[in-house]
């Protein structure tokens, strides 16, 4: 069974940046598609960003500009560099894969902006 584990996730102020990270315990077979969710209090979860593995890249209108969504194949680990967090960023976000064989979460990390 493949585990994402996510990381990066903490505290900061309006302004700042976080990097998560979501490490696989193993290579996944045939991706076809990875992404971060995230999900707040009261919210149904939406996905923040995608990549497929043709390279196409997707963002929610929100987070155009300031996030940015990156993969290293050779350490099975996908990535989310926010800048600029915003108090409305503040989530628990989560890692998704999608591979021939099924679909993987993370088990979440918090961010929380401050204002």
């Known amino acids: 069974q493949v585990q994402l584990v996510e990381s990066g996730g903490g505290l900061v102020q309006t302004g700042e940046s976080l990097r998560l990270s979501c490490a696989a315990s193993?290579?996944?077979?045939?991706?076809?598609?990875m992404g971060w969710y995230r999900q707040s209090p009261g919210k149904q979860r939406e996905q923040v960003a995608s990549?497929?593995?043709?390279?196409?890249?997707n963002y929610i209108d929100s987070a155009k500009g300031r996030f940015t969504i990156s993969r290293d194949a050779a350490k099975n680990t996908l990535y989310l560099q926010m800048n600029s967090l915003k108090p409305e960023d503040t989530a628990v976000y989560y890692c998704?894969?999608?591979?021939?064989?099924?679909?993987?979460w993370g088990q979440g990390t918090q961010v929380t902006v401050s204002s």
């Open positions: 998704n894969v999608v591979g021939a064989l099924g679909v993987y």
């Open positions: 193993r290579s996944i077979f045939s991706i076809r598609a």
């Open positions: 990549l497929t593995s043709s390279g196409i890249i």
